[in-house]
């Protein structure tokens, strides 16, 4: 069997077929658009508002495609035109060319349906002249069948968005993929604050080996600069310092739903200082478990 498959005329191999499909639908309110988030942070493609006549065609196109598409979550809306209740014949469809989705279906009570609804002052996409309470009688009515032949039943009702986010994430994910990722950046301050940090250290306090002549022309990333660096007072409290502060916020990080957290060390030009400061904050956070890798913003822009 070859990738192509042009036409897909014949069902694939299911020894072969290496795409993890998995179809979202459910009560509107019910919380898709999280579930949609969530398995984003996983690693899954999500198409959003899917027709459900184009589930195969997706299928098929993720096969194809192969690389980050093998992994492809379909989000389906009943606000749809194209939606219709027969998703027990879309998934057998499915099954019969290879394919094993895993359908997850959203739900939560009338009640908290009703006051989400209210919250946000929107109608229920099926009340039209009706109360909110009629278009959630409605939609259930459509979606009875999908609710029965799903896989997964996922009740919001006392669910608040980050517990959410775990539930899937604990059904879809892996372990590494609910990890922080840590991103230690060197920069220098004359070149301006990077944006996007959530911490910014100051390095500025250590003496500067750029007054050093043997150390000028060297970088943080050498062991003459690097042990200049931390061997000067205070150098090692400030890491080590960091370094505690960093791992003991990280779990309250991941809880609220943060996957990448940057920390920023800086000194004037980004050379010396702070490319030894990150370096050896980042071996310390891996020697703590976590997940950090180092990067230099401004070394070499001198």
Known sequence: MTESLPEFADAVDPDEVATDLVVVTGVSGGGRSTVARALENVGFYVVD?????????MAQLAFQAGGAARRTAMVLDVRSRAFSTDLAGAVRALKERGFSPRVVFVDADDEVLIRRFESVRRSHPLQGDGRLADGIAAERKLLAEAREQSDVIIDTSHLNVNQLRRRVEELFGGEDVRKLRITVLSFGFKYGLPPDADYVLDARFLPNPFWVPDLRDHTGLEDAVS???LDQEGASTFVSTYAGLIASTAPGFEREGKRYLTVAVGCT????RSVAITEE???QLRDMRLAAHSSHRDLGRE
């Not at 508002?49 to 065609?57: E, G, I, V």
């Not at 030009?269 to 010396?272: F, I, L, S």
């Open 49 to 57: 508002n899917l027709p459900q006549a184009l589930m195969l065609d």
């Open 227 to 229: 042990k200049y660096v």
């Open 269 to 272: 030009g980004g050379k010396h």
């Open 281 to 283: 904050l980042t071996a």
